[in-house]
C-alpha cells in the first residue's frame, strides 16, 4: 500500500511540525516520521479515507484514522494518541 502524497496531507502540516519538535523524530520524505532510526509514523489514503501507520513501542500500532479536511478536535485526538505511542517507543 503506497502512502499519501503531499499534497493529501497538506493540511497536517502544522500538526507534522509540532510531532518534529519532539526528541529523536525527523523527517525522511514529507510525512514520513522517524524515530531514531526506525519508521514512526506515515500516512496511507484509499478512496477518500486517510488514516495513519503510528509504531507503538516496538510494534506499529493500529490505524489510526485521520479524514481529510479534520476538524482540530479530530486533530488533537490524534495528536494526544501519537503522543502517547511516542512515549512507549521511548520506553
Not at 502524497?5 to 510531532?19: A, F, Q, T, V, Y
Not at 525527523?26 to 514512526?40: H, I, T, V
Not at 477518500?48 to 484514522?65: H, K, P, Q, Y
Request: proline letters at 2%; glycine letters at 6%.
Amino acid at each position: 500500500m503506497g502512502h499519501c502524497r503531499p499534497e493529501e496531507i497538506e493540511d497536517l502540516k502544522s500538526l507534522l511540525d509540532e510531532i518534529l519538535n519532539w526528541d529523536k523524530i525527523q523527517e525522511k520524505g514529507f510525512g514520513k516520521l522517524y524515530l531514531k532510526s526506525k519508521g514512526f509514523l506515515h500516512f496511507h489514503s484509499k478512496e477518500r479515507r486517510r488514516w495513519a501507520d503510528v509504531r507503538d513501542g516496538i510494534n506499529w500500532g493500529s490505524e489510526l484514522e485521520l479524514p481529510f479536511n479534520a476538524t482540530a478536535t479530530q486533530k488533537k485526538k490524534f495528536l494526544q494518541e501519537v503522543k502517547k505511542r511516542y512515549s512507549k517507543c521511548l520506553s
